[in-house]
């Protein structure tokens, strides 16, 4: 189970960052805030819900609502194959989760190394993201976990 | 005296608390029906006595015997109506019963409790019937001297025997007592005090009313005796003007020395504790001493898995109560003193399904283990995907054994709520809703307590004394609401009152003399948020005061109690009218029974409470039973039209359609018809069986629906909300189920057609419904203009003044026409050809019958009826007759406002005229056309004669200036005279001016200004005109209105525009009088 | 609104007062002085007739109290008669009965 505690990453000079792909772009995510991955991509469709939402499923008693994330930024809908995880998070007391293209790795990173998200990531905008990470040959875009969740009025 | 062994004795007690769990609520039902004595009821309980008095003879109860045999006594004469049961007589019984309770409880030590007192006052009703007997109070102050009990050193010389001579613990005199007035008290379980309060001091500069604090203490216990304090100072005249009254108060109470400070607060020096030993202590000393008393009424339950699994003999037939120890297990709803409760009652039912459960986990762990140790990755899968849906129903399993019916708290009231308005010299009448309700069990004790706050709030401050209602035009009865009910995954509970209401002004006001705001602050206040100050810490008006019930409550305890449980509160109030608290739990356990159905491939869930009925029609009758209205389908039922609207459409997935499983589906529903029975729910089956098996030959395949395939039947799911009601074609019919209700996450929460959603036995989930929510999607299609329509059932136009259902036509081709379609009984088709002619009427052939018909230019002056090869006919059921009215497509239904004009274009035969989907329309007066066209047919009612011997006058009040004059001139045709109204208050005025001549009002509800409820309840109210009847005319038709209408005194309640049932009323109200 | 006397001889040393709606620390003052005459008077009985009386609150109480004290203290009695029911009950809750006769109404 991942710690939801936001203290422990301020007290780090490094935060571990799970990192996966939204069609190209190389996302990655704070792994604290992460609950599970699941392969499990069976879900209930619910009829007339948002276009970015895929469905409900189970999780041991909770319903956690799926996004397609890669959706949600504005990318195109994603293909689900074998590759597909579905990246369950915990915000404000729910359950969530992101279906993302695949998983890659786990890297650490250096907080003083993190800079400034710029205006557009990739195809995304740079309000979704806390800020970029240069790998040796890429670039992961952090993700603004409350960003990315939050429901336009 | 021998006592039997623990056994025995164990299941006795068993025994006669279950008897005794309804007696309290039996006996304020005898209470209620008064002379009207039921003698079933009676009997009820004075078997329960009789049982209770057998067991205890045998078992050397000899108190428990003594008590019962009086209490048997006085039902026996009650049963043979030899007395009426009246409150005094039914409070001593009351008390005798709770007496009974304890002594039962407490079974061991019961021979050498004192019963004395209630043995008594019992012994007295039945030997006196007819005299008052003796109330408590008086008894109290007359106590017997008994000798059998020594109670301890220091008795004065001067003193009498048995009056007991108490000191401070400094060793000055305190006050004189009678020693059977605290053995009685304290063998009540009752704290003793001694209280030194200057009355002058304490209440007066702390603005508090005298006797408000003397009531107190009477309610929340007994004034053993009382004395002024002579030494104090200020005693005489001379002295001047009283600065300090300082009395001793010998008082007697439940409260325990952690809460007597509540009552009084005072300096709690003053405040003396009686022991066991008759000497006074110190609070604080008192304080401690009692926290190290066990509280032996705690008894532990465990449900420990090994045992079901083991010992399936465990479980009987019936229900079971679960035990570790030989302790009784009846769960009793909290009372007062918030004895802990520890133990449950659980359904047989649900300690199967756990066996069950525990039995595959078994099972499941057994495969895992050899998965492990073979080392097979497949059975490894399998395994713990089975483990992981069995834990899910194990752990819902569980928490469900702890759902307990929020009807336990509820039941309590009754006899708090009688109890406390006697004691106020109150009128009030309890009502109970939604006691299935259930909830967690922790949620259900911990809001006993702010219940009990809000409902004794309601009763003390909400309600007034009869007198001051009187005053007001109330009801001398107030009415104190407690309301439960579920609403998409929480928990509603709400108690209001139709009491005086919180005056926002007043609570602001004390809130800055206590400095807890300042004046600015208030002044930006709202009057709902000033409302709300009640609930901030440290706001102690006199409220306060009385209202404890045991644990320290305050409205602010209140609110920090539910804001723990996640809950929240809000209060609604009007000055003189009344408050309503509402309560809202945030569960997610919400659970609520449920019928599932399929649609496309995916299951949803529809609650219980939304579901009227099922149909199913066969494919042979669909042609008979479905109208076709344009593009909308309506289905009849039983002479109404309802509209349908297609699950798959509204939520707007593919439609299919069940064929060859339905043959299977069929046998599976038979079965489900049974077991329904006891739930309510209607199937009908249409006659021919037989057919089905012929045509389902005829199947062809196909994964899109064509209308109506003839080889298909239409399951139709007819639900409702109250106000809309309309049928749900879904594909299949599955089981009813409880469900456990979870809310949609932020995501889905602006879906309109989903209630929650809920995990299914497969671990699958399953959308709830929402019903209205369902009706309003569909409804956005019409509205929109696109070809689907549906359509609201009649009667029930949404809320708006002039929001109709309406049917829309044509007669020729060019013109438009509308027709309320609420008047609509049926739409048919015929041929040209089968129109006849019988003498200068139309008719035709339906059903072995002739059925008339009319056509629109017969009576008005339009473009006559198109000369098409088909027509439809559009039946109305008018004075008891059918009559059809000749129609040409397109025909369309809708709901929508329309505005229409009543001058332009009207006619015979024509109301008036509206732009409805850009087309002129006329809208057409059924009631004129058929009355010019058969006068013969509307029975003259006679116009019935006021006083005087002139037609009755009507007063007429309604807002909108089309339906004000055509209903003005329906009651003007039918020989009344009528004086409108345009809104409540002008018709007040009138009322006012014409009281003499006036005889019955007719009124629309929804009205600026002042609207029909108030002002039929203000009529009511009045004596000059409470006796004139009231109809008043609606386009909203659900129940709440109609009940809240009835409960104003409205004699009836219709619908706009018709006529018929107008007059009909009309002419029935006039003459009862 | 306050007291008026009810006419009384002058052989006999009984009085009997009439008080008016409020026994309480709004009408103290007058109340204490109309009382302080009557018990400098001398009188072995005064009567106070509670026909009239709606309302009494601690202050007023402590009145009745200290005229009662007073009115012993020479040997007179204190009677209060036609006590309204409510009054009646906070005076027997208090106890005040066993100091002062009372006469319900």
């Known amino acids: 189970m991942a710690d939801q505690s936001s203290d422990s990453i301020l007290e780090n000079r490094t935060m571990e960052l799970s990192t996966f792909y939204l069609g190209k772009a190389l996302c990655g995510m704070d792994i604290l805030k992460i609950q599970e991955i699941n392969k499990d991509i069976k879900m209930t469709e619910v009829p007339q819900s948002p276009d970015y939402v895929m469905g409900i499923l189970n999780l041991r008693g909770q319903i956690v609502t799926t996004i397609d994330l890669g959706k949600k930024l504005g990318l195109s809908s994603s293909e689900l194959d074998d590759n597909s995880r579905n990246i369950i998070v915990n915000s404000k007391d729910e359950y969530i989760g992101l279906l993302v293209d695949s998983i890659g790795d786990v890297i650490k990173a250096e907080k003083s190394k993190i800079e400034q998200a710029p205006a557009n990531v990739g195809e995304m905008q740079g309000k979704y993201f806390d800020g970029v990470y240069k790998l040796e040959d890429n670039l992961v875009g952090i993700l603004n976990l409350e960003e990315v969740l939050n429901i336009e009025e | ?1073 | 609104m306050g007291f008026y006397m009810a006419k009384a001889k002058k052989k006999t040393k009984n009085k009997v007062m009439k008080p008016g709606k409020d026994i309480t620390s709004s009408k103290a003052k007058s109340i204490h002085n109309k009382l302080i005459k009557v018990v400098e008077q001398k009188i072995s009985k005064l009567t106070l007739d509670f026909s009239n009386v709606e309302n009494i609150d601690a202050v007023g109480l402590g009145l009745i109290i200290a005229a009662n004290n007073s009115l012993n203290r020479n040997d007179a009695d204190l009677i209060l008669k036609n006590v309204p029911d409510k009054i009646n009950n906070l005076f027997s809750s208090l106890r005040l009965d066993q100091c002062i006769k009372i006469l319900p109404a």
């Not at chain 2, 001493?289 to 009424?297: L, M, S, V």
């Not at chain 2, 209140?558 to 804001?563: A, E, I, Q, R």
């Open chain 2, 1 to 1073: 005296m021998s006592i039997q062994d623990d056994e025995t004795l164990q299941m006795y007690v068993e025994e006669s608390l279950e008897h005794l769990a309804d007696i309290e609520n039996d006996f304020l039902a005898i209470e209620e029906a008064g002379a009207n004595i039921d003698e079933d009821l009676v009997n009820k309980v004075y078997r329960a006595a009789h049982s209770i008095k057998g067991g205890a003879g045998f078992m050397g109860l000899t108190k428990i015997k003594d008590l019962t045999h009086e209490m048997e006594n006085i039902l026996g004469k009650i049963r043979s109506k030899e007395m009426i049961p009246n409150p005094e007589i039914i409070n001593i019984l009351l008390g005798a019963s709770d007496l009974l309770q304890r002594l039962i409880n407490d079974v061991d030590s019961s021979n050498d409790m004192d019963i004395s007192q209630q043995l008594d006052a019992l012994k007295t009703i039945s030997e006196a019937p007819d005299q008052e007997p003796p109330s408590i109070e008086t008894l109290q102050k007359t106590p017997e001297i008994k000798d059998d009990k020594d109670m301890g050193s220091g008795e004065s010389d001067l003193l009498s025997p048995g009056i007991k001579s108490l000191a401070f613990p400094d060793g000055k005199f305190a006050i004189n007592v009678s020693e059977d007035l605290i053995s009685e008290a304290s063998g009540d379980g009752k704290s003793i005090y001694i209280v030194e309060i200057d009355l002058i001091h304490e209440l007066q500069a702390k603005e508090k009313n005298l006797f408000a604090f003397i009531d107190d203490l009477n309610n929340t216990g007994s004034i053993l005796e009382a004395r002024i304090k002579e030494d104090a100072p200020g005693n005489l005249l001379e002295d001047g003007i009283p600065e300090h009254l300082a009395f001793l108060i010998l008082f007697a109470s439940i409260l325990k020395p952690n809460d007597i400070n509540m009552l009084f607060e005072i300096d709690p020096e003053n405040i003396y504790f009686l022991m066991e030993d008759l000497t006074l202590s110190n609070l604080d000393e008192a304080m401690i001493e009692k926290q190290q008393e066990p509280d032996e009424e705690i008894i532990e339950t465990q449900i420990q898995t090994e045992a079901i699994i083991d010992q399936p003999e465990v479980i009987a037939p019936q229900m079971v109560s679960v035990e570790k120890d030989t302790g009784p297990t009846k769960e009793t709803s909290p009372a007062a003193a918030a004895t802990v409760e520890s133990s449950l009652r659980v359904h047989v039912r649900l300690l199967d399904s756990l066996m069950n459960l525990a039995g595959e986990l078994v099972l499941s762990r057994n495969q895992l283990l050899q998965a492990i140790s073979s080392d097979d990755q497949r059975v490894f899968e399998v395994a713990s995907q089975r483990i992981d849906m069995i834990t899910s129903e194990l752990q819902e399993a569980i928490m469900l054994t702890r759902m307990q019916p929020i009807g336990n708290v509820f039941n309590k009231f009754p006899r708090v709520v009688r109890d406390l308005a006697r004691n106020l010299g109150k009128e009030i009448e309890l009502i109970l809703e939604g006691k299935e309700v259930e909830l967690d069990k922790t949620i259900i004790e911990a809001i006993s307590d702010p219940l009990t706050h809000l409902v004794r709030n309601s009763v003390d401050h909400g309600i007034e004394e009869p007198r001051i209602r009187q005053k007001n035009g109330k009801l001398t009865t107030g009415t104190v609401l407690l309301k439960a009910y579920h609403e998409a995954g929480q928990v509603i509970i709400e108690i209001s009152d139709d009491g005086n209401g919180i005056d926002g002004r007043k609570l602001a006001d004390s809130a800055i003399d206590k400095g807890l705001i300042t004046k600015e602050q208030a002044t930006n206040m709202t009057e709902n948020e000033k409302i709300q100050l009640i609930f901030m810490p440290g706001f102690s008006t006199a409220e306060k005061l009385t209202d404890v019930s045991g644990r320290g409550v305050g409205m602010d305890v209140v609110k920090t109690n539910l804001d723990k449980l996640g809950g929240v509160v809000d209060i609604k109030s009007q000055v003189g009218e009344g408050s309503r608290f509402r309560i809202k739990l945030p569960l997610t356990l919400a659970i609520i029974p449920s019928q599932i159905i399929a649609v496309g491939k995916e299951r949803y869930a529809i609650p219980q409470v939304n579901m009227e009925e099922l149909l199913r029609i066969p494919a042979d009758k669909i042609k008979e039973r479905i109208e076709k209205v344009g593009d909308a389908d309506v289905v009849r039922l039983r002479g109404n039209l309802l509209p349908l609207i297609r699950l798959a459409d509204v939520i707007g997935i593919e439609r299919t359609f069940m064929n060859h499983k339905e043959e299977q589906e069929d046998d599976r529903r038979k079965n489900i018809a049974d077991r329904r029975s006891r739930q309510n729910i209607n199937i009908q089956e249409d006659e021919n069986q037989s057919d089905q098996t012929s045509s389902l030959q005829h199947l062809s395949r196909n994964p899109k629906d064509r209308r109506y395939h003839a080889a298909s039947a239409i399951n139709i799911v007819v639900v409702s909300n109250g106000i809309l009601k309309y049928g749900l074609i879904v594909d299949q019919l599955l089981d009813s189920e409880e469900i456990v209700v979870k809310p949609l996450g932020r995501n889905l929460k602006h879906c309109q057609g989903y209630a929650g959603a809920t995990i299914m036995g497969d671990g699958k989930v399953a959308l709830i419904l929402d019903v209205p929510g369902l009706a309003r999607m569909a409804q956005l299609t019409s509205i929109e203009g696109k070809s689907k329509s549906t359509i609201e059932t009649q009667g029930g136009a949404k809320g708006h003044d002039d929001l109709q259902s309406l049917l829309i036509f044509r007669n020729s081709e060019e013109e438009q026409f509308s027709v309320p379609l609420g008047l609509v009984s049926r739409i048919e088709k015929i041929a040209h050809n089968d129109i006849e002619e019988l003498g200068s009427k139309m008719v035709m052939k339906y059903r072995g019958e002739t059925l008339p018909l009319v056509c629109i230019n017969d009576v008005a002056d339009v473009h006559p009826l198109a000369k098409t090869e088909s027509h439809l006919v559009i039946v109305f059921n008018l004075a008891g007759k059918e009559i059809g009215l000749l129609a040409t497509s397109p025909l369309d239904a809708m709901t929508l406002t329309a505005k229409f004009d009543d001058s332009t274009l009207k006619q015979p035969g024509i109301l008036g005229s509206a732009i409805i989907n850009d087309h002129t329309t006329l809208m057409v007066d059924i009631f004129g056309l058929v009355e010019i066209v058969n006068p013969d047919w509307f029975a003259d009612r006679e116009v019935v004669k006021d006083s005087g011997g002139e037609a009755s006058s009507i007063l007429y009040a309604e807002d909108s200036t089309f339906f004000r004059n055509q209903v003005k001139g329906f009651m003007e045709d039918d020989g009344y005279k009528v004086i409108e109204a345009e809104d409540g208050l002008i018709a007040w005025d009138l009322l006012e001016k014409h009281s003499d001549k006036i005889s019955l009002i007719v009124t629309d509800i929804e009205m600026p200004n002042m609207d029909g409820f108030d002002l039929s309840a203000k009529i009511k109210k009045d004596d000059r005109f409470s006796h004139l009847p009231i109809i008043a005319l609606t386009t909203l038709a659900s129940e709440e209105d109609t009940a809240k209408g009835k409960a104003l005194g409205i004699d009836d309640y219709l619908i706009k525009l018709d006529r018929e049932k107008l007059r009909d009323s009309i002419y029935k109200h006039l003459q009862s009088k």
